[in-house]
């Protein structure tokens, strides 16, 4: 087991080095059945004094269209440090389960985004893959994704984006672990946090995560933070 940790988290290090970061959620290639959802979702670039110098936030609402299709509307809000948070974007995500969990030795997972940008005539698609494996109580999941930019009619290259996560699940409402972000200049790594919280017919899923850029004078940081209602 321990070997097949090492080998995952060695190759998926050896991947994000040639792709551009991009902190976010780190995704997983399953469909919950019969549930809809309500998303919050932060990140936020932390100066020196770990104060927020430039926020962006995403709310969304989703629903299962069927036992392996999952489709998810966002709104997308952005604000510095003086301003108010301004609708800068619209997103609609699909999210498609590949294989069943534990079918084979990863499981697989589509996620499809296409995002319009407010006041310009800016498009955005992204296309991923998702993947998971679980060692016991150990989970790592690897993000794979493409995106190509439209802008004024005129067409951009393809960019390439990546996340890796790593996680103990020590108990339903606690998993602690860690993520990397990276490319070919940009390198974050940090822990995150993970949990469950059962209600009444529904549950409570948040997340909380910082992430740190080594490589770079600047030494930036990202935190983010995620709660998602479901029902």
């Known amino acids: 087991m321990r070997q097949g940790i090492f080998f995952l ?6 991947l994000v080095v040639s792709v551009r970061a991009d902190v976010d959620k780190v995704y997983h290639p399953y469909v ?23 926020s ?44 069943e969990q534990g ?3 990863l499981d697989v ?11 310009s005539q800016e498009w955005e698609g992204n296309f991923a893959l998702i993947l998971e494996k679980e060692f016991g109580k150990w989970s790592a999941a690897l993000n794979i994704h493409n995106q190509y930019l439209f802008e004024d009619d005129q067409q951009h290259a393809w960019e390439h984006n990546q996340a890796f996560q790593m996680r103990y699940r020590y108990s339903a409402q606690i ?31 948040w997340e909380v995560g910082i992430v740190k850029e080594f490589n770079h004078s600047t030494n930036e940081s990202i935190l983010r933070a995620l709660i998602e209602y479901e029902f």
Do not use: C
């Not at 919050?40 to 020196?48: A, E």
């Not at 997308?76 to 590949?98: H, N, R, V």
């Not at 997972?109 to 319009?116: D, F, H, N, S």
């Not at 940090?190 to 209600?199: A, E, F, N, W, Y």
């Open 175 to 205: 998993e602690p672990g860690f993520e990397v972000y990276s490319d070919q200049k940009n390198f974050f790594i940090g822990p995150v946090v993970l949990g469950q919280i059962g209600l009444d017919n529904s549950q409570l899923n």
């Open 109 to 119: 997972g589509l996620l499809v985004e296409i995002e319009r940008e407010t006041n």
């Open 32 to 54: 919950e059945q019969n549930t809809y959802e309500f998303e919050s979702r932060l990140i936020s670039l932390l100066d020196r004094d770990l104060a927020a110098s430039f």
């Open 56 to 99: 962006v936030y995403r709310f969304g609402f989703g629903k299962d269209i069927s036992e392996n299709l999952f489709i998810e509307l966002y709104l997308i809000g952005a604000k510095d440090s003086e301003q108010k948070i301004e609708l800068e974007a619209y997103e609609i995500e699909a999210l498609y389960q590949l294989t």
């Open 103 to 105: 079918e084979y030795w």
């Open 9 to 14: 988290l060695v190759f998926s290090l050896f």
